[in-house]
């Protein structure tokens, strides 16, 4: 089918201008548009979105990066020696023993690396600004390359070996853009091999089944190898079939890989991956329906707006002054700086950030008006904020990136949005975040349903206890470079911020692949109103006999941590971490406890701290340790490498000074606990002050079967039931989690949720004058008002843990 295109449609769909055609390249013009077929207006839209528009070449920071470009593409000429097995000498692809080893994935990378370095080569041609623009030699030399790789290893009649996205994504996207690229420079018999290559390793089945290997992610992406295909071979079906295939990424999803209602994105059947996946899933997306946009091939299904009112739901959350929240990015959180090269761009989770950001702007060019104006505001308030790594200067972004991100901080007529204050549950993916002025937090926890973390491919080795609880903050001004610099191959592994640990040695991956190591347990998650909440979590350790109740009750200025029940009898420490702070490479920041200034010039420093009261970390923020508590101090220089946690990464050692407090419950715990509150920002006379009011905070329970606290200051009462009981003025007849705001209008929100998904019946009944409910969801049978109310709810297993607010007026 050919679809026509008018002058109009095709302008409105490229965004292209005479200007913008002219800054990207030679090799167009609207003249050239007109006449153009529906195929070639799609091939134009595509090399337009990867190769950006709108800027000048000649300015910052477009300059620099088109002559870097230039550079590399020099230095991949002139290294290239195409000979049996590979294109460059040290880009072997040949496999001597193929299989799916480690060693195979390894030879497989290197197709892939291949042709990503004849797609640098192609840009360098085609973009103005890089010194080989329509370089003849370097022409020619790209086609070579082209056609080597196609006779040696990616051709209709080669076997798979190594890692199969190598073949079924990464080769094939790479191959198709720089078909895009040199398209007018490649003969047809050229087009038809790489097509068929593409149709051998990409086959229509591909997208047959929604399942293992094609969904969320993986299937946009496949989508777009799909689409290419259809456009570089002028083939409508292809590009059918890819943009009706997207259709099963649409719908919310109960299980598995895909986005919750709740606002949570899984991949890999277990693993949170909003930052990684997701931000994939997104940017794919963002770029399909652009592609497509005003054509023939349009995305027209309706389940589209899940995806575009997850950008605030899902997406929006997780990112905090330009940075992706690590705890919802995977494995991705060991890439950092990959193999030799001195020059490789460090992945972190502020350039993570960065990519999610740069989709939004692009998605926004297909939502509503109202939705686009929004997200373009949110954009430039990331932008704004990210004063640790700007995001318009970002090495990891591409000159289409940089170019969307350039246009929306320079437009006046956006307003940048602040930060949101408020809590945000993601039951589906044991994940919440914590935003308050001047901080956020987030939590990351494990279950039945939610792996203690991902390891594969050799990735993220050590990753073993991020899911016991681990809790990350950043300030609006400060640590924002907490997790961003180095912090993963330096920091002690056993000795994550908030976690409580056996510190039993674990092999690298150990609990297995893909999400394999998931802890036997069902009471994960917690009740919120949208500010305040209690969180909870039953928490077994990873190939440990270690176990422990923790709860998150998340306020105004401060997270209060409560642990019990932690017992273990693996014959090794067993500690709670209430901090582990980077201070990077040279830091000193002070340590002050209950007034006393601890000592810090020398390293490594350790003390046992005896009936402290609070402390305080210089430049970051302050703990109360209500009643006084026994801690452990250390100051101390770790030394490590990125290719300790991930196998592909750079054998470089990187050494940064932490400062870490942690109660030592010893080697054979028994109902042991803690408490603290975490202050962010908090000077040393907040934190001193918030210790001497003995009667802001009231620990109602802190045992085995219930955990739960009131600040009456706040009206604020929370308990999580392990088991029913009584807890202050709150009775539940089963497990359930409770929290109570008392508004001073008379008012309160009683939340009430079942994280563990098994409760056919509870009833609650909290001790406190009612005179009436004003709002109740389905799940309440009953509501009894007087001297106390009594809720009964029905049946709270199909629920997924998520919150059930009543309203009520207080007598």
């Known amino acids: 089918m050919t679809t026509p295109w008018t002058r109009r449609g095709f302008l409105r769909v490229t965004g292209c201008t005479a200007l913008a055609l002219t800054i990207t390249g030679p090799a167009f013009t609207v003249e050239a548009a007109e006449a153009a077929d529906a195929y070639d207006a799609l091939r134009t839209t595509w ?57 195979s994935y390894g030879f497989s990378a290197r197709i892939v690396d291949s042709y990503s370095r004849l797609r640098t080569m192609a840009e360098a041609y085609i973009r103005q600004g890089t010194g080989l623009t329509g370089n003849a030699a370097l022409t020619a030399d790209v086609l070579t390359g082209l056609d080597h790789l196609h006779t040696q290893v990616y051709n209709a009649t080669q076997a798979r070996y190594g890692n199969w996205y190598s073949w079924q ?105 909003t930052g990684a996946y997701g931000s994939v899933m997104l940017g794919g997306l963002g770029l399909l329906f652009a592609l497509l946009a005003g054509s023939g091939w349009a995305v027209t299904d309706p389940n589209r707006q899940i995806v575009l009112d997850a950008v605030e739901d899902a997406w929006a959350p997780f990112l905090f002054n330009g940075l992706m929240m690590d705890g919802v990015s995977g494995r991705s959180i060991s890439r950092g700086v990959q193999g ?20 939004i702007a692009l ?33 990891a972004l591409s000159i289409a990136g940089l170019a969307r991100l350039a246009a929306v901080q320079n437009d006046a007529s956006v307003t940048a949005i602040a930060e949101p204050n408020g809590h945000r549950l993601f039951a589906a993916m044991d994940r919440a975040t914590h935003r308050r002025p001047g901080w956020a937090a987030s939590i990351s926890m494990a279950s039945k349903r939610i792996a203690h973390y991902e390891t594969g491919n050799g990735e993220n080795l050590r990753g073993w ?68 909440a209690a969180i909870g979590q039953y928490v077994k350790g990873l190939s440990s006999t270690l176990v422990a109740k923790k709860s998150w009750f998340c306020l105004d200025d401060t997270i209060v941590c409560l642990g019990a029940g932690i017992g273990c009898t693996d014959g090794t420490a067993v500690e709670s971490v209430v901090e582990n702070r980077n201070l990077g490479p040279a830091g000193n920041h002070v340590l002050t406890v209950d007034g006393v200034v601890q000592p810090s010039a020398a390293l490594p420093w350790s003390a046992t701290l005896s009936a402290a009261g609070w402390a305080h970390i210089g430049g970051f923020g302050g703990y109360v340790f209500p009643g006084g508590s026994t801690l452990k101090a250390l100051r101390e220089q770790r030394t490590g490498k990125w290719s300790d946690i991930n196998k592909g990464g750079s054998t470089s050692a990187l050494s940064r000074r932490y400062l870490t407090l942690w109660f030592d419950h010893g080697t054979a715990p028994v109902d042991a606990g803690y408490a603290y509150q975490l202050l962010p920002g908090a000077s040393t006379a907040q934190t001193s002050a918030r210790a001497s009011d003995s ?44 929290m109570i705001r008392e508004k001073g209008d008379g008012t309160a929100v009683v939340c009430v949720s079942d994280p563990m998904r098994m409760q056919t019946s509870l009833t609650l009944t909290w001790n406190r004058a009612v005179t009436s409910v004003i709002s109740k969801p389905a799940t309440v049978t009953s509501a009894t008002t007087g001297s106390s109310l009594r809720l009964t709810f029905g049946n709270l297993s199909g629920t997924g843990g998520a919150t059930q607010k009543i309203t009520v007026r207080l007598g």
């Open 47 to 103: 090399r337009d979105l990867i190769l950006g528009t709108g800027f000048s070449p000649t300015a910052e920071p477009f300059r620099t990066r088109l002559t870097e470009i230039g550079t590399a593409a020099a230095g991949w000429r002139d290294s290239m020696a195409p000979a049996s097995g590979s294109l460059w000498p040290d880009l072997v692809f040949a496999d001597p023993e193929p299989d799916t080893d480690q060693e």
């Open 169 to 273: 994504i990464g080769a094939p996207q790479i191959l198709l853009d720089i078909c895009v690229l040199m398209y007018d420079r490649l003969s047809a018999a050229q087009i038809a091999n790489y097509c068929a290559a593409v149709d051998h390793f990409v086959p229509d089945s591909a997208v047959a089944s929604y399942t293992g290997t094609s969904t969320g992610a993986n299937r946009v992406d496949l989508c777009r190898v799909l689409a290419l295909r259809g456009v570089v071979g002028k083939n409508s079906a292809k590009i059918a079939l890819a943009r009706d295939a997207l259709s099963p990424v649409f719908p919310y999803v109960t299980s598995g890989d895909g986005l919750y209602t709740d606002g949570s994105f899984i991949q890999h059947t277990y693993v949170p991956y």
């Open 340 to 359: 030799t090269d001195p020059k490789q761009t460090q992945q972190d989770d502020h350039t993570r950030g960065h990519g999610v950001i740069t989709s």
């Open 363 to 395: 998605l926004g060019q297909g939502a509503s008006s109202a939705e686009n104006a929004r997200w373009r505001g949110l954009v430039k308030g990331w932008l704004q904020r990210d004063y640790y790594s700007p995001a318009t200067s970002s090495p």
């Open 465 to 532: 206890h991020t899911g016991n609880g681990m809790l990350y903050w950043w300030g609006d001004s400060y640590g924002n470079g907490q997790y961003s610099d180095a912090f993963w191959p330096t920091v002690d592994p056993y000795r994550l911020p908030g976690i409580t640990v056996s510190r039993k040695p674990l092999a690298d991956a150990a609990g297995g692949d893909w999400g394999a190591s998931r802890p036997d347990v069902n009471w994960v998650g917690g009740a919120t109103d949208g500010q305040h």
């Open 695 to 738: 009667g802001w905070l009231q620990i109602l329970a802190n045992t085995d079967d219930q955990q739960g606290v009131r600040v009456p200051s706040l009206g604020f009462t929370g308990v999580n039931f392990w088991f029913g009981g009584t807890v202050g003025p709150l009775v539940a007849s089963a497990p359930c989690a409770v």
